[in-house]
T-cell receptor
């Protein structure tokens, strides 16, 4: 069945470092791909999404490119801040449901 | 933008009692709502999918008699944890989707349930 695999965390970075969180997927058909962020004790917030191959999802600071050839959707940010510390979930939507990866905790230190 | 309100944010109840969690779409009609459960430091596990006016579809392994879901209107879905036990303690999150928005899922802020 469909699945999402994320790199295990925690990912620990210093402020202004470059961020990459890897995400790969297995799916039939042509799924949509998402990145969500979860701050402590809160629900999920959509960061970005991409609906077809080669699409670049972006919210101006985070971006991810839907790569069908490598079945990947890696999240990137050029310069992280302490406020980016959170758990990041990669997700796949292929019917009516979202399938989540296990989440990657990011810790950014000053 | 689309907003989903989930209430309460935290609840503590005694073993054997029932707890109701509400999920409301504030500015759109949610044709479909989803309920998730999240264990500490783990991912979200889909419990059930509910469509307005029809019975919820439960994922394999989720007890439908224990986790009662009602989606009586296009803006409200409720999850009732019946005869709660300590092992039901968890973080429950709802998500709502509108038929008019392709994969437009909006999540509530979650409910931390502690059963003592």
């Amino acid at each position: 069945g469909d699945s999402v695999t994320q790199m295990e965390g925690p990912v620990t970075l210093s402020e202004e470092a470059f961020l990459t969180i890897n995400c790969t997927y297995t799916a039939t058909g042509y799924p949509s791909l998402f990145w969500y962020v979860q701050y402590p004790g809160e629900g999920l917030q959509l960061l970005l999404k991409a609906t077809k191959a080669d699409d670049k999802g972006s919210n101006k600071v985070f971006e991810a490119t839907y790569r069908k050839e490598t079945t990947s959707f890696h999240l990137e940010k050029g310069s992280v801040q302490v406020s980016d510390s959170a758990v990041y979930f990669c997700a796949l939507g292929n019917t009516d449901k979202l399938i989540f990866g296990t989440g990657t905790r990011l810790q950014v230190f000053p | 933008g689309a907003v989903v309100s989930q209430h309460p944010s935290r609840v503590i109840c005694k073993s054997g009692t029932s707890v109701k969690i509400e999920c409301r779409s504030l500015d759109f009609q949610a044709t479909t709502m989803f309920w998730y459960r999240q264990f500490p430091k783990q991912s979200l596990m889909l419990m059930a999918t509910s469509n307005e006016g029809s019975k919820a579809t439960y994922e394999q392994g989720v007890e439908k008699d224990k986790f009662l879901i009602n989606h009586a209107s296009l803006t409200l879905s409720t999850l009732t944890v019946t005869s709660a036990h300590p092992e039901d303690s968890s973080f429950y999150i709802c998500s709502a989707r509108s038929a008019g928005i392709m994969y437009g899922y909006t999540f509530g802020s979650g409910t931390r349930l502690t059963v003592v």
